[in-house]
């Protein structure tokens, strides 16, 4: 009969380590995960924050209503998308309406789009959190509205 730890004691080390190891990823959330520690290329915002995207529009991540993007690890025909409830401040207006990652959305003056989404989708971690999302958004004005107008001679 083993003492209490002689069992352990047996196992090698490098097994030991290779068992905690194969154990983390399960513990890991959104936030932790390698390479993806948020948005690359600009400042991001959470569920619940908000970003102003141009002098008079800001818009505020209320839920993830879906994502069904492509995991990172896998080719797809389709590389999915995500849909999130917002809420739209349009000069003193309040709206809420639902973005879609592949098709801008059409507000007064110009269209709002996701610029950056994180973290990336993989089949490798926990589900996305929904706390655990950042988003980036665009937001392009129509500066071609008077480009049709006759010019005054």
């Given at each position: 009969?083993?003492?209490?730890?002689?069992?352990?004691?047996?196992v090698?080390?490098?097994?030991?380590f290779c068992?905690?190891?194969?154990?983390l990823?399960?513990?890991?959330?959104?936030?932790?995960?390698?390479?993806?520690?948020?948005?690359?290329?600009?400042?991001?915002?959470?569920?619940?924050?908000?970003?102003?995207?141009?002098?008079?529009?800001?818009?505020?991540?209320?839920?993830?209503?879906?994502?069904?993007?492509?995991?990172?690890?896998?080719?797809c025909?389709w590389?999915?998308?995500v849909?999130?409830?917002?809420?739209?401040?349009?000069?003193?207006?309040?709206?809420?309406?639902?973005?879609?990652?592949?098709?801008?959305?059409?507000i007064?003056?110009?269209?709002?789009?996701?610029?950056?989404?994180?973290?990336?989708?993989?089949?490798?971690?926990?589900?996305?959190?929904?706390?655990?999302?950042?988003?980036?958004?665009?937001?392009?004005?129509?500066?071609?509205?008077?480009?049709?107008?006759?010019?005054?001679q």
């Open positions: 009969m083993l003492e209490d730890g002689a069992m352990l004691r047996q090698p080390i490098i097994v030991q068992i905690v190891l194969a154990a990823p399960a513990c890991s959330t959104a936030a932790d995960r390698p390479g993806v520690p948020g948005c690359r290329t600009m400042e991001c915002v959470g569920v619940g924050e908000t970003q102003q995207v141009w002098d008079n529009v800001s818009i505020t991540p209320v839920e993830v209503l879906e994502d069904s993007r492509c995991p990172i690890e896998a080719e025909v590389e999915g998308r849909r999130l409830k917002a809420q739209i401040d349009l000069d003193d207006a309040v709206s809420y309406l639902t973005l879609d990652s592949d098709e801008p959305l059409r007064s003056g110009g269209s709002l789009s996701f610029a950056e989404i994180a973290p990336d989708m993989s089949t490798a971690w926990a589900p996305i959190r929904q706390k655990d999302y950042r988003f980036g958004f665009r937001f392009a004005p129509d500066i071609m509205e008077d480009a049709d107008a006759p010019t005054e």
